[in-house]
């Protein structure tokens, strides 16, 4: 057990629709990263937040976006969903921001979208 | 640009053989992580080793070793006396010392280990 939880496990939703993905970082961990892992994109890391700020953006698209709040939980909000945002969706933390710093990650949400 | 490149897409060897993940790298930092995770069936991410650039020795714990090479920007994953319960995908990634911290993964081996 890495200590970050995400919620929900599994997602299912239909086109079009909205959904919100959530993350408790590990206890003292500042930084909150979140990527998408799919079958013919692979790992790739969409947005990172450290202490309620934006640090960095990756391949993460106008209608994704997310947000970390004071408690340092964050939310990936996914709208207007499309087939192709079928994914596992892992939220990761790190004590700090550095780039040395190891990433523990969640174990997941699996979102479908019909 | 910096790239990570798992070539090994799936490897199946027997239980208690010898099995060895290639990882090859490219950044132009001189500053730089390496990182292996273990993704098992179930899906969650397992930190395994960090190894930054200026540190070239190699690392063993237990069954586990890693060769890190900048001469040839390999960080190359050895388990030795392979196990069932090695079977997973493997990923290795970097992230650079300067810019974003984001880590950049390979595309992961599946390693299969049969009893």
């Known amino acids: 057990d890495s200590g970050v939880t995400q919620t929900p496990k599994h997602l299912i939703t239909a086109t079009g629709q909205r959904v919100t993905l959530r993350c408790s970082p590990r206890s003292g961990d500042l930084s909150v990263y979140w990527y998408q892992q799919s079958l013919d994109q692979g790992l790739q890391f969409l947005i990172q937040y450290y202490n309620g700020e934006e640090r960095a953006k990756g391949n993460i698209l106008e209608r994704f976006s997310a947000q970390q709040f004071p408690d340092l939980h964050s939310e990936l909000n996914l709208s207007s969903l499309e087939l192709g945002d079928s994914a596992l969706y892992f939220c990761?933390?790190?004590?700090?921001?550095?780039?040395?710093?190891?990433?523990?990650f969640g174990p997941g949400t699996r979102l479908t979208v019909l | 640009a910096q790239k990570v490149t798992q070539a090994q897409t799936e490897i199946s060897v027997v239980e208690k053989e010898d099995v060895t993940l290639d990882c090859v790298y490219e950044t132009r930092d001189t500053t730089y992580y390496l990182f292996w995770y273990k993704q098992p069936p179930s899906g969650e991410l397992v930190f395994l080793i960090r190894r930054n650039s200026f540190d070239e020795q190699n690392e063993i714990s237990g069954r586990y070793s890693w060769n890190f090479q900048k001469s040839t920007s390999s960080f190359n994953f050895t388990i030795t006396a392979s196990q069932v319960v090695d079977s997973a995908v493997y990923f290795c990634?970097?992230?650079?010392?300067?810019?974003?911290?984001?880590?950049?993964f390979g595309t992961g081996t599946r390693l299969k280990v049969l009893a």
């Open positions: 990761a933390s790190s004590a700090s921001s550095r780039s040395y710093n190891e990433q523990f």
């Open positions: 990634a970097l992230s650079e010392g300067s810019g974003t911290y984001k880590y950049i």
